[in-house]
């Protein structure tokens, strides 16, 4: 299995509160993501980073904010969460070096529930 | 509209049998990924087949290419019920990955 890990797993919380969700890799990849799945549905990429204080959108538009000060770490905050936001966040992280789009390694990401 | 497409969306056999699921996609790529989730899990890479490859195995995996219809199969044979998962296929025609919706299979005992 791969070494990356998402806190928490899972997140029941009140609307209007702030949210952060954490994302550590320890195999030293620069490239990073965080992808928004509904239950039973498609990923739908939302942020991306090439590596330290290099972040980007994804396809997806959201009202979360990444940042990367860390190559290890890339965590995702809600400033105030909405029900909408309820979803399953998954992080993820793969290793350009190797050349063109290298296999994903996936955290077992963080099921928010907002009410 | 989507990059790729699984196709069946769900499929239920039994133990033993061979499960095969399709992907479509609508612009040229480099390379197309095929990923596992079990349940409440996130995704774990199967197999990367290039687009000047026609057919790759991985233990009881086994995916086609066909670039000029532009669709890929992944066929697991002899399944067993621990390959009750979804299926994703992840195309590159961008700087990123997008995945299909999945397909969802059943293997019963």
């Known amino acids: 299995e791969a070494d990356i890990y998402q806190t928490p797993r899972y997140l029941v919380i009140g609307t209007g509160k702030k949210i952060t969700l954490e994302c550590s890799q320890t195999m030293g990849h620069d490239k990073m993501y965080w992808y928004q799945q509904d239950p039973g549905m498609e990923l739908h990429l939302i942020h991306y980073?090439?590596?330290?204080?290099?972040?980007e959108k994804g396809d997806l538009s959201s009202e979360s904010t990444v940042s990367r000060i860390r190559t290890e770490h890339f965590p995702l905050t809600l400033e105030s969460a909405r029900p909408s936001h309820t979803s399953q966040y998954l992080c993820?992280?793969?290793?350009?070096?190797?050349?063109?789009?290298?296999?994903?390694?996936f955290g077992d990401g963080t099921r928010l529930s907002i009410l | 509209s989507q990059q790729g497409e699984e196709d069946p969306q769900a499929l239920s056999i039994q133990e033993g049998e061979n499960a095969t699921m399709n992907c479509s996609y609508k612009t040229s790529i480099n390379n197309l990924q095929w990923y596992r989730q079990n349940s409440g899990r996130g995704l774990v890479h199967l197999i990367l087949?290039?687009?000047?490859?026609r057919e790759k195995h991985s233990g009881r995996l086994r995916v086609t290419l066909d670039t000029s219809k532009k669709s890929s199969s992944l066929l697991i044979t002899a399944s067993r019920a621990a390959d009750t998962a979804s299926y994703f296929c992840a195309t590159d025609a961008s700087q990123n990955f997008v995945f299909g919706p999945g397909t969802r299979l059943s293997v019963l005992p």
């Open positions: 993820a992280s793969s290793d350009p070096r190797q050349g063109g789009n290298q296999p994903q390694h």
């Open positions: 980073s090439y590596g330290v204080n290099s972040t």
């Open positions: 087949i290039r687009s000047n490859e």
